[in-house]
């Protein structure tokens, strides 16, 4: 059964701790999405790839946050440094291609910055 | 600017009964919409697309419709169970229009349905 992989499921950190994010996508999926998910804000995209090249990063703090694709099978989204305003669900998500199918999701990141 | 609205009070239902749930947007010419569903501490779960040339969409107890002229959504479940308490999610993607064919989702804040037995 693929599924999009994202570790760590939980995350409790010091504010100016580096906190990084690693996101498997589905075998075959050629876009990557990173979205953050608050109480307040819902699901805000921060940032997209297809075939691993960066299409679409103005959802993201630029001073702090960084997105990248070493591989096309590994994900990362990096908070350096981390503020308590940064606390929310972090999600990954990939798609077969750019046209409109499905979207799948993994089962988040937890992050709590104190 | 472009708004998403969905209910942000939950629906409470009677199992059985038909659940819908409402989708409005402005400033947006969506090339299709996408309802998904998601469970509390889960990722979000497709259920269904509908494409802007498309009135109904129908899957199982699923229905949804598409209203370009009226900016709506509507998400129907009918026959309802417990088990399909969950927050439901409207996205909407306009940038097969706008931005050379590359998927940008923008997602609701999501209705709470909770159906009680």
């Known amino acids: 059964d693929a599924r999009v992989t994202q570790t760590p499921r939980h995350k409790v950190t010091e504010m100016g701790q580096e906190v990084t994010m690693r996101c498997q996508p589905i075998l075959g999926h050629n876009t990557v999405f990173w979205y953050r998910q608050t109480m307040m804000q819902g699901l805000e995209l921060l940032a997209y790839f297809r075939n691993r090249a960066p299409l679409d990063d103005s959802g993201m703090p630029k001073d702090r946050f960084s997105a990248e694709m070493p591989d096309a099978t590994l994900a990362t989204l990096k908070i350096q440094p981390s503020e308590p305003r940064d606390s929310a669900v972090y999600f990954c998500a990939s798609a077969e291609d750019s046209t409109g199918n499905t979207i799948y999701f993994g089962e988040g990141s937890w992050l709590t910055v104190v | ?117």
């Not at chain 2, 097969?96 to 940008?104: D, E, I, P």
Request: with cysteine; net charge positive.
């Open chain 2, 1 to 117: 600017s472009q708004k998403i609205e969905q209910n942000s009070e939950a629906l409470n239902i009677q199992e059985g009964k038909t659940a819908t749930l409402t989708c409005n947007y402005t400033n947006y010419s969506p090339a299709y919409l996408q309802w998904y569903r998601q469970d509390p501490g889960r990722g979000p779960v497709f259920l269904l697309l509908i494409r802007e040339n498309e009135k109904e969409k129908r899957k199982e107890r699923l229905k949804v419709t598409f209203d370009t002229t009226l900016k709506q959504s509507l998400f129907h479940i009918t026959a309802s169970q417990p088990a399909d308490s969950a927050t439901y999610l409207c996205a909407l993607d306009r940038s097969l229009r706008f931005s050379g064919g590359y998927n940008k989702l923008i997602f609701g804040a999501g209705t709470r349905l909770a159906v009680h037995p």
